[in-house]
């Protein structure tokens, strides 16, 4: 019995800000390399100053020149920028979420500031219906499997709608980047009885158990912080994005420290907004080469599995299903 050829990977395009994060545009010209070199079918379309991408195409063969084009933008919105500076047609965030919108690209990736990333995202695809706050998903290697912590950083409030609405979009993102049939959704609190938690978390648990919106996911209950690492009772972690992030990085910090993350899986170390019209993948401000190179291949998947459609496919109707904030008392 012969067996079949495996199928070529579907060419992509991705859109890459070429001066997001800490250490640009030296990292994203290194993790633009890296990319390029691991994924033959992927195609780069480099936002930012055009002598930064010359060193991209001069350290490639003239054979594979052809896989990355360039769109000439040279602002940029600085970390310590406010967020809505990405609103400028003149910035490389902003130009990147064009490219997609034009159709020029497939999916965008930037390392810089995650605000101005989503509110160039927000501006340029818009919001599914009835979604308020888009949410940043991250997929941490667990001891059990993949745990997809929600959210990371899109938004920083913890309002009871907001985060019922990110359980729903977490367990849809698990069932289909995990392929999970019925994720298991728990809610970060300082303990797993009922009743443990802040108003906003006893009231958003109270919602959960009692009408799930999760896509053809269960919710679990409350889980501890060790949970996120340990992976054995919850596919999916719901919390608002300032403390996402700080458990983030937390996590990360102490995978350093112990010389690397479990063996089950390398994670790639960016986050997946999810809510708006398109593939956006956001890396650490503080990347390395090798980070944004990952980034880029999540943004090449997710494309190629058609990740952002079918996620707004599982996840319920926001205005039906999903309690507002005024419906749900904190």
Not at 61 to 74: I, K, M
Not at 189 to 198: A, I, L, Q, Y
Not at 224 to 246: I, K, L, M, Q, S
Not at 260 to 286: D, K, M, N, Q
Request: charged share 20%; glycine share 12%.
């Amino acid at each position: 019995m012969t067996t079949a050829p495996a199928a070529e990977p579907v060419p992509v395009r991705i859109a890459v800000d070429l001066l997001g994060g800490d250490r640009a545009p030296a990292v994203v010209v290194d993790g633009a390399l890296r990319a390029l070199d691991a994924d033959p079918a992927l195609g780069l379309l480099l936002v930012g100053p055009p002598e930064v991408a010359d060193r991209v195409l001069g350290a490639l063969a003239a054979a594979d020149r052809g896989r990355v084009r360039l769109r000439p933008v040279r602002g940029m919105v600085a970390m310590a920028d406010d967020p809505t500076r990405a609103t400028r047609a003149d910035t490389t965030v902003s130009a990147a979420v064009r490219a997609v919108v034009s159709g020029t690209a497939d999916a965008v990736v930037s390392a810089g500031s995650t605000g101005a990333t989503v509110t160039a995202a927000v501006l340029g695809f818009g919001r599914w219906p009835g979604v308020r706050r888009p949410a940043l998903a991250t997929t941490l290697p667990a001891l059990a499997g993949p745990v997809v912590l929600v959210d990371v950083g899109g938004s920083l409030e913890a309002r009871p709608g907001t985060l019922i609405q990110h359980a729903g979009l977490g367990a849809a993102y698990s069932a289909v980047a995990h392929d999970v049939p019925a994720p298991r959704v728990g809610l970060l609190s300082v303990g797993t009885e009922t009743g443990k938690g802040d108003r906003t978390r006893r009231a958003v648990d109270a919602a959960l158990a009692a009408a799930p919106p999760l896509a053809g996911a269960r919710y679990i209950g409350l889980v501890e912080g060790y949970d996120v690492t340990a992976g054995d009772r919850a596919d999916v972690v719901v919390t608002d994005g300032f403390t996402g992030n700080v458990l983030l990085k937390g996590i990360e910090g102490a995978y350093a420290m112990a010389g690397g993350p479990p063996e089950r899986g390398a994670a790639p170390r960016a986050a997946t907004l999810l809510g708006v019209g398109g593939t956006v993948v956001v890396c650490h401000g503080s990347a390395a080469g090798g980070d944004i190179a990952s980034g880029i291949a999540l943004a090449a998947t997710l494309r190629r599995r058609s990740a952002v459609p079918r996620v707004r496919a599982l996840f319920p109707d926001p205005v039906r299903d999903i309690p507002t904030d005024t419906e749900v008392s904190a």
